[in-house]
Protein backbone atom coordinates (compact mmCIF):
# COMPACT_ATOMS: atom_id res chain seq x y z
CA UNK A 1 0.00 0.00 0.00
CA UNK A 2 1.56 3.36 -0.96
CA UNK A 3 1.88 5.72 2.32
CA UNK A 4 4.27 7.55 4.23
CA UNK A 5 4.98 6.22 7.47
CA UNK A 6 6.19 8.62 10.12
CA UNK A 7 9.35 6.94 11.96
CA UNK A 8 11.91 8.13 14.45
CA UNK A 9 14.31 10.59 12.83
CA UNK A 10 17.70 9.07 13.15
CA UNK A 11 20.11 12.07 15.13
CA UNK A 12 22.53 13.97 12.53
CA UNK A 13 25.64 12.81 14.62
CA UNK A 14 24.92 9.66 13.79
CA UNK A 15 24.54 10.21 10.34
CA UNK A 16 27.50 12.50 10.47
CA UNK A 17 29.47 9.73 12.11
CA UNK A 18 28.96 7.49 9.26
CA UNK A 19 29.70 10.23 7.18
CA UNK A 20 26.86 11.35 5.84
CA UNK A 21 26.00 15.03 5.33
CA UNK A 22 22.92 16.70 6.96
CA UNK A 23 20.26 16.29 4.85
CA UNK A 24 16.73 16.00 5.48
CA UNK A 25 15.41 11.68 4.26
CA UNK A 26 12.07 11.63 3.06
CA UNK A 27 10.26 8.40 3.27
CA UNK A 28 8.70 7.83 -0.55
CA UNK A 29 6.14 5.75 -1.87
CA UNK A 30 6.57 2.14 -1.98
CA UNK A 31 5.38 -0.43 -4.35
CA UNK A 32 1.23 -1.76 -3.79
CA UNK A 33 -0.11 -4.12 -1.28
CA UNK A 34 -1.83 -7.08 -2.96
CA UNK A 35 -1.95 -9.21 -0.09
CA UNK A 36 -4.41 -7.55 1.90
CA UNK A 37 -8.02 -8.28 1.16
CA UNK A 38 -11.31 -6.24 0.91
CA UNK A 39 -9.68 -2.85 0.70
CA UNK A 40 -11.53 0.07 -1.09
CA UNK A 41 -8.80 2.83 -2.05
CA UNK A 42 -9.88 6.30 -2.59
CA UNK A 43 -7.22 8.12 -4.73
CA UNK A 44 -8.43 11.35 -4.72
CA UNK A 45 -7.65 14.81 -5.91
CA UNK A 46 -8.03 17.57 -9.07
CA UNK A 47 -7.72 17.17 -12.66
CA UNK A 48 -4.07 16.51 -13.36
CA UNK A 49 -2.72 15.28 -10.39
CA UNK A 50 -1.94 11.95 -11.51
CA UNK A 51 -4.68 9.64 -10.28
CA UNK A 52 -5.18 7.88 -13.76
CA UNK A 53 -1.54 7.94 -13.28
CA UNK A 54 -1.09 6.19 -10.18
CA UNK A 55 -3.61 3.27 -11.96
CA UNK A 56 -0.99 2.71 -14.47
CA UNK A 57 1.73 2.16 -11.41
CA UNK A 58 -0.76 -0.30 -9.75
CA UNK A 59 -1.19 -1.91 -12.92
CA UNK A 60 2.87 -2.16 -13.91
CA UNK A 61 3.00 -3.73 -10.32
CA UNK A 62 0.59 -6.53 -10.35
CA UNK A 63 2.58 -7.22 -13.49
CA UNK A 64 5.84 -7.75 -11.98
CA UNK A 65 3.70 -9.33 -8.53
CA UNK A 66 2.24 -12.23 -11.11
CA UNK A 67 5.52 -13.38 -12.20
CA UNK A 68 6.51 -14.65 -8.45
CA UNK A 69 5.97 -17.81 -7.23
CA UNK A 70 3.45 -19.97 -5.92
CA UNK A 71 4.11 -18.55 -2.13
CA UNK A 72 2.82 -15.10 -3.34
CA UNK A 73 0.15 -16.32 -5.06
CA UNK A 74 -1.73 -17.94 -1.93
CA UNK A 75 -0.69 -14.26 0.09
CA UNK A 76 -2.96 -12.35 -2.90
CA UNK A 77 -5.70 -15.00 -3.45
CA UNK A 78 -8.88 -14.90 -1.35
CA UNK A 79 -11.91 -17.19 -2.22
CA UNK A 80 -10.55 -17.90 -5.66
CA UNK A 81 -9.32 -14.50 -6.40
CA UNK A 82 -6.27 -13.20 -7.18
CA UNK A 83 -5.88 -9.64 -6.23
CA UNK A 84 -2.49 -9.46 -8.76
CA UNK A 85 -4.71 -9.68 -11.95
CA UNK A 86 -6.59 -6.32 -12.49
CA UNK A 87 -9.15 -5.31 -14.83
CA UNK A 88 -9.50 -1.28 -15.39
CA UNK A 89 -13.23 -0.21 -15.89
CA UNK A 90 -14.48 3.20 -17.36
CA UNK A 91 -17.66 5.39 -17.65
CA UNK A 92 -19.36 5.02 -21.33
CA UNK A 93 -18.99 8.85 -21.50
CA UNK A 94 -15.09 8.59 -21.57
CA UNK A 95 -15.17 7.44 -25.54
CA UNK A 96 -15.47 11.26 -26.41
CA UNK A 97 -12.41 12.01 -24.18
CA UNK A 98 -9.57 9.36 -25.46
CA UNK A 99 -10.56 8.89 -29.03
CA UNK A 100 -6.92 9.26 -30.08
CA UNK A 101 -5.55 6.57 -28.06
CA UNK A 102 -6.09 2.31 -28.42
CA UNK A 103 -9.21 1.22 -27.64
CA UNK A 104 -7.59 -1.20 -24.85
CA UNK A 105 -5.54 1.68 -23.63
CA UNK A 106 -5.62 3.12 -19.61
CA UNK A 107 -5.10 7.08 -20.69
CA UNK A 108 -3.15 9.16 -18.51
CA UNK A 109 -1.75 12.50 -19.17
CA UNK A 110 1.51 12.12 -20.99
CA UNK A 111 1.07 8.58 -21.66
CA UNK A 112 -0.64 5.09 -21.51
CA UNK A 113 -0.64 0.91 -20.84
CA UNK A 114 -2.79 -1.39 -23.01
CA UNK A 115 -4.61 -3.24 -21.21
CA UNK A 116 -5.93 -6.00 -23.79
CA UNK A 117 -9.07 -7.99 -22.86
CA UNK A 118 -8.85 -6.44 -18.94
CA UNK A 119 -10.70 -3.60 -19.65
CA UNK A 120 -14.33 -2.27 -19.76
CA UNK A 121 -16.61 0.54 -20.39
CA UNK A 122 -19.44 0.55 -18.30
CA UNK A 123 -22.94 2.93 -18.40
CA UNK A 124 -23.77 1.84 -14.45
CA UNK A 125 -23.67 0.21 -11.22
CA UNK A 126 -25.41 -2.79 -13.59
CA UNK A 127 -22.78 -2.92 -16.27
CA UNK A 128 -20.22 -3.36 -13.18
CA UNK A 129 -22.33 -6.42 -11.82
CA UNK A 130 -21.74 -7.79 -14.88
CA UNK A 131 -18.34 -7.13 -15.19
CA UNK A 132 -17.44 -8.64 -11.97
CA UNK A 133 -19.48 -11.91 -13.11
CA UNK A 134 -17.55 -12.13 -16.02
CA UNK A 135 -14.50 -12.24 -14.46
CA UNK A 136 -14.37 -14.41 -11.66
CA UNK A 137 -10.77 -14.78 -10.86
CA UNK A 138 -10.08 -11.13 -11.03
CA UNK A 139 -9.06 -9.87 -7.56
CA UNK A 140 -8.22 -5.88 -8.22
CA UNK A 141 -10.66 -3.69 -10.59
CA UNK A 142 -9.98 -0.18 -10.96
CA UNK A 143 -12.63 1.97 -11.61
CA UNK A 144 -11.94 5.60 -12.79
CA UNK A 145 -13.97 8.30 -11.78
CA UNK A 146 -16.48 5.90 -10.07
CA UNK A 147 -18.02 9.59 -8.75
CA UNK A 148 -19.82 9.89 -12.55
CA UNK A 149 -22.01 6.55 -11.40
CA UNK A 150 -25.09 6.30 -9.74
CA UNK A 151 -24.66 5.96 -6.25
CA UNK A 152 -25.78 1.98 -5.93
CA UNK A 153 -22.14 1.25 -7.39
CA UNK A 154 -20.78 1.80 -3.54
CA UNK A 155 -22.96 -0.82 -2.15
CA UNK A 156 -22.04 -2.90 -5.27
CA UNK A 157 -18.45 -2.77 -4.66
CA UNK A 158 -18.86 -2.83 -0.47
CA UNK A 159 -20.74 -6.19 -0.84
CA UNK A 160 -17.97 -7.79 -2.72
CA UNK A 161 -14.85 -6.49 -0.90
CA UNK A 162 -16.25 -7.74 1.90
CA UNK A 163 -17.67 -11.30 0.49
CA UNK A 164 -14.77 -12.28 -1.63
CA UNK A 165 -11.86 -10.40 -0.76
CA UNK A 166 -11.81 -8.02 -4.27
CA UNK A 167 -9.18 -5.41 -4.02
CA UNK A 168 -10.79 -1.89 -5.36
CA UNK A 169 -9.69 1.36 -6.38
CA UNK A 170 -11.27 3.99 -7.23
CA UNK A 171 -9.10 7.39 -9.03
CA UNK A 172 -11.86 9.87 -8.82
CA UNK A 173 -12.80 13.26 -8.73
CA UNK A 174 -14.31 14.32 -4.96
CA UNK A 175 -14.82 17.92 -5.15
CA UNK A 176 -16.23 19.33 -8.32
CA UNK A 177 -15.31 22.95 -10.21
CA UNK A 178 -17.26 24.64 -7.62
CA UNK A 179 -15.06 22.89 -4.78
CA UNK A 180 -18.42 20.94 -3.57
CA UNK A 181 -18.99 17.03 -3.08
CA UNK A 182 -19.24 16.04 -6.29
CA UNK A 183 -22.51 14.43 -5.57
CA UNK A 184 -23.84 11.47 -3.59
CA UNK A 185 -22.56 8.93 -5.11
CA UNK A 186 -19.04 10.87 -3.91
CA UNK A 187 -20.01 11.06 -0.64
CA UNK A 188 -20.90 7.35 -0.16
CA UNK A 189 -17.46 6.67 -2.03
CA UNK A 190 -16.15 8.09 1.18
CA UNK A 191 -18.25 6.45 3.68
CA UNK A 192 -17.14 3.04 2.36
CA UNK A 193 -13.57 3.58 1.68
CA UNK A 194 -10.98 1.86 4.04
CA UNK A 195 -7.36 4.05 2.42
CA UNK A 196 -7.71 7.33 1.28
CA UNK A 197 -4.81 8.84 -0.68
CA UNK A 198 -4.98 12.00 -1.35
CA UNK A 199 -2.73 13.46 -4.54
CA UNK A 200 -2.32 17.40 -5.59
CA UNK A 201 -0.81 18.95 -8.33
CA UNK A 202 1.07 22.61 -9.28
CA UNK A 203 -1.46 25.55 -9.46
CA UNK A 204 -1.31 25.68 -13.23
CA UNK A 205 -1.80 29.78 -13.29
CA UNK A 206 1.43 30.75 -14.63
CA UNK A 207 2.33 33.02 -12.04
CA UNK A 208 1.92 30.00 -8.95
CA UNK A 209 3.33 26.98 -7.58
CA UNK A 210 1.28 26.49 -4.86
CA UNK A 211 -0.16 22.95 -3.66
CA UNK A 212 -3.51 22.77 -5.86
CA UNK A 213 -6.16 21.06 -4.04
CA UNK A 214 -9.19 21.96 -6.42
CA UNK A 215 -10.41 21.46 -10.46
CA UNK A 216 -10.83 24.49 -11.87
CA UNK A 217 -13.25 24.83 -15.10
CA UNK A 218 -12.49 28.15 -17.40
CA UNK A 219 -13.58 28.76 -21.04
CA UNK A 220 -10.95 30.25 -23.62
CA UNK A 221 -12.87 33.50 -25.79
CA UNK A 222 -10.72 35.19 -27.72
CA UNK A 223 -7.69 33.83 -26.35
CA UNK A 224 -9.02 35.15 -22.89
CA UNK A 225 -9.40 32.91 -19.62
CA UNK A 226 -12.86 33.49 -18.18
CA UNK A 227 -13.81 31.27 -14.68
CA UNK A 228 -17.23 29.60 -14.96
CA UNK A 229 -19.79 30.84 -13.00
CA UNK A 230 -21.10 28.78 -9.93
CA UNK A 231 -24.02 27.89 -11.71
CA UNK A 232 -22.62 26.54 -15.03
CA UNK A 233 -23.37 22.61 -15.66
CA UNK A 234 -21.95 20.27 -13.19
CA UNK A 235 -21.67 17.99 -16.19
CA UNK A 236 -20.40 18.75 -20.00
CA UNK A 237 -18.44 15.67 -21.54
CA UNK A 238 -16.15 16.71 -23.85
CA UNK A 239 -12.14 15.73 -24.74
CA UNK A 240 -9.06 16.67 -22.88
CA UNK A 241 -7.81 18.99 -25.17
CA UNK A 242 -7.36 22.73 -25.08
CA UNK A 243 -10.12 24.47 -26.62
CA UNK A 244 -10.69 28.30 -27.37
CA UNK A 245 -14.78 27.55 -27.18
CA UNK A 246 -17.55 29.46 -25.60
CA UNK A 247 -18.87 26.96 -24.94
CA UNK A 248 -16.91 24.12 -24.42
CA UNK A 249 -14.93 24.70 -21.05
CA UNK A 250 -11.27 23.75 -19.80
CA UNK A 251 -10.01 22.42 -16.68
CA UNK A 252 -6.90 22.54 -14.52
CA UNK A 253 -5.45 22.54 -10.76
CA UNK A 254 -5.83 25.56 -9.18
CA UNK A 255 -4.86 26.97 -5.51
CA UNK A 256 -7.44 28.70 -3.58
CA UNK A 257 -6.08 32.21 -4.31
CA UNK A 258 -6.31 30.91 -8.47
CA UNK A 259 -9.38 29.56 -8.10
CA UNK A 260 -12.02 32.09 -9.29
CA UNK A 261 -15.87 30.97 -8.42
CA UNK A 262 -17.87 33.75 -9.17
CA UNK A 263 -21.49 34.38 -9.01
CA UNK A 264 -21.98 31.54 -5.86
CA UNK A 265 -23.66 34.38 -3.70
CA UNK A 266 -26.01 35.42 -7.22
CA UNK A 267 -27.05 31.58 -7.47
CA UNK A 268 -28.15 31.56 -3.86
CA UNK A 269 -29.14 34.82 -3.66
CA UNK A 270 -30.68 35.55 -6.85
CA UNK A 271 -31.35 32.51 -9.32
CA UNK A 272 -32.54 29.95 -6.67
CA UNK A 273 -35.29 32.19 -5.55
CA UNK A 274 -36.46 33.17 -8.58
CA UNK A 275 -36.69 29.40 -9.72
CA UNK A 276 -38.69 28.40 -6.54
CA UNK A 277 -41.32 31.34 -7.85
CA UNK A 278 -41.66 29.72 -10.66
CA UNK A 279 -42.19 26.48 -9.43
CA UNK A 280 -45.18 28.16 -7.35
CA UNK A 281 -46.52 29.23 -10.67
CA UNK A 282 -45.29 32.69 -10.56
CA UNK A 283 -42.71 32.15 -13.61
CA UNK A 284 -42.79 36.20 -14.65
CA UNK A 285 -39.56 37.11 -12.98
CA UNK A 286 -37.40 33.97 -13.77
CA UNK A 287 -38.48 34.29 -17.85
CA UNK A 288 -37.57 38.57 -17.38
CA UNK A 289 -34.01 37.29 -15.69
CA UNK A 290 -33.18 34.54 -18.71
CA UNK A 291 -34.58 37.49 -20.97
CA UNK A 292 -31.85 39.75 -19.90
CA UNK A 293 -29.26 37.14 -19.63
CA UNK A 294 -29.99 36.21 -23.73
CA UNK A 295 -30.42 39.08 -25.02
CA UNK A 296 -28.96 41.93 -22.49
CA UNK A 297 -26.73 41.42 -20.34
CA UNK A 298 -26.13 44.57 -18.59
CA UNK A 299 -29.59 44.90 -17.94
CA UNK A 300 -29.54 41.36 -15.80
CA UNK A 301 -29.48 40.87 -12.06
CA UNK A 302 -26.02 38.73 -12.97
CA UNK A 303 -24.00 41.69 -14.30
CA UNK A 304 -25.17 44.20 -11.65
CA UNK A 305 -24.23 41.72 -9.29
CA UNK A 306 -21.58 40.69 -10.39
CA UNK A 307 -19.82 44.72 -11.07
CA UNK A 308 -21.23 45.48 -7.54
CA UNK A 309 -19.09 42.39 -6.00
CA UNK A 310 -15.91 42.95 -8.35
CA UNK A 311 -15.74 45.66 -10.00
CA UNK A 312 -13.37 47.60 -7.94
CA UNK A 313 -11.20 44.82 -7.17
CA UNK A 314 -7.74 44.53 -8.78
CA UNK A 315 -8.51 41.23 -10.35
CA UNK A 316 -12.03 42.33 -11.70
CA UNK A 317 -10.91 41.86 -14.99
CA UNK A 318 -10.73 38.35 -14.67
CA UNK A 319 -14.04 37.62 -12.77
CA UNK A 320 -15.67 40.19 -15.64
CA UNK A 321 -14.24 37.61 -18.09
CA UNK A 322 -17.42 35.05 -16.81
CA UNK A 323 -19.88 36.69 -18.64
CA UNK A 324 -18.17 36.42 -21.52
CA UNK A 325 -19.28 32.79 -22.52
CA UNK A 326 -22.52 32.20 -24.23
CA UNK A 327 -25.53 30.37 -23.74
CA UNK A 328 -25.52 31.99 -20.05
CA UNK A 329 -29.65 31.58 -19.87
CA UNK A 330 -29.65 28.34 -20.88
CA UNK A 331 -27.10 26.91 -18.12
CA UNK A 332 -28.98 28.95 -15.28
CA UNK A 333 -32.32 27.31 -16.72
CA UNK A 334 -29.98 23.98 -16.76
CA UNK A 335 -29.19 24.46 -13.02
CA UNK A 336 -32.43 24.95 -11.96
CA UNK A 337 -34.02 22.01 -13.64
CA UNK A 338 -31.25 19.50 -13.07
CA UNK A 339 -29.57 20.38 -9.51
CA UNK A 340 -32.55 22.34 -7.87
CA UNK A 341 -35.14 19.83 -9.55
CA UNK A 342 -37.18 23.57 -9.44
CA UNK A 343 -38.97 23.55 -13.19
CA UNK A 344 -40.82 21.01 -14.05
CA UNK A 345 -40.38 19.85 -17.85
CA UNK A 346 -43.42 21.76 -19.50
CA UNK A 347 -42.14 24.99 -18.08
CA UNK A 348 -38.61 24.26 -19.18
CA UNK A 349 -39.47 24.12 -22.73
CA UNK A 350 -41.63 26.58 -23.10
CA UNK A 351 -39.25 29.20 -21.64
CA UNK A 352 -36.71 27.66 -24.06
CA UNK A 353 -39.16 28.85 -27.05
CA UNK A 354 -40.46 31.26 -26.23
CA UNK A 355 -36.55 33.48 -24.96
CA UNK A 356 -35.52 31.29 -28.40
CA UNK A 357 -32.40 29.72 -26.58
CA UNK A 358 -30.09 27.40 -27.99
CA UNK A 359 -31.63 23.82 -27.91
CA UNK A 360 -28.68 22.08 -29.49
CA UNK A 361 -26.73 22.97 -26.66
CA UNK A 362 -29.45 22.58 -24.24
CA UNK A 363 -30.29 19.03 -25.51
CA UNK A 364 -26.13 17.94 -25.11
CA UNK A 365 -25.63 19.07 -21.50
CA UNK A 366 -29.33 18.14 -20.13
CA UNK A 367 -28.10 14.36 -21.21
CA UNK A 368 -24.75 14.89 -20.16
CA UNK A 369 -26.39 15.33 -16.61
CA UNK A 370 -29.20 12.45 -17.05
CA UNK A 371 -32.17 14.30 -17.62
CA UNK A 372 -32.87 14.42 -21.51
CA UNK A 373 -35.52 16.16 -22.92
CA UNK A 374 -36.79 16.62 -26.31
CA UNK A 375 -37.15 20.35 -27.85
CA UNK A 376 -37.87 18.93 -31.38
CA UNK A 377 -41.54 20.64 -30.90
CA UNK A 378 -42.50 23.22 -28.58
CA UNK A 379 -45.73 22.83 -26.18
CA UNK A 380 -48.97 23.28 -27.70
CA UNK A 381 -51.04 25.78 -26.44
CA UNK A 382 -54.56 25.43 -25.55
CA UNK A 383 -56.97 28.16 -27.08
CA UNK A 384 -60.51 28.42 -25.93
Known sequence: MPRIEERDKLPDDFL???????????????????????????????????????????????AIAQKKSDVIRRLTSTNG??????????????????????????AYRNGYIRCGENIARIRDSFGLEQVLADNPEIGTFIIDEASFFDERIAYVVRNHSLERGILFIFPTLILNFRRDIFNSTARLMLDIATDVIPLTAYCEHPDCMKDAFYTYRYYRVDGQECPA??????IIVGGDTQKDDPLNPNYCSR?????????????????????????????????????????????????????????????????????KPGCLAEKALIYLFCEQNLLAEDLLVRL?????????????????????????????????
Open 229 to 234: LYFDPL
Open 16 to 62: KSLGFPSITVHQTFTHFDFTLPGRRVLVIGPMGSGKTEFSARVWRDA
Open 352 to 384: VYELELDRVYMTKVLSDNLRPVSFEQPLLTVVD
Open 255 to 323: CDEHHYLPAKEYTFFHLKPLGERASRGDAGPLRDEMYALKHHISESALYQHMDQRYGSRPDAEIFMNAI
Open 81 to 106: VDRRKVFFVRSEIDGQRFQEYPGDAL
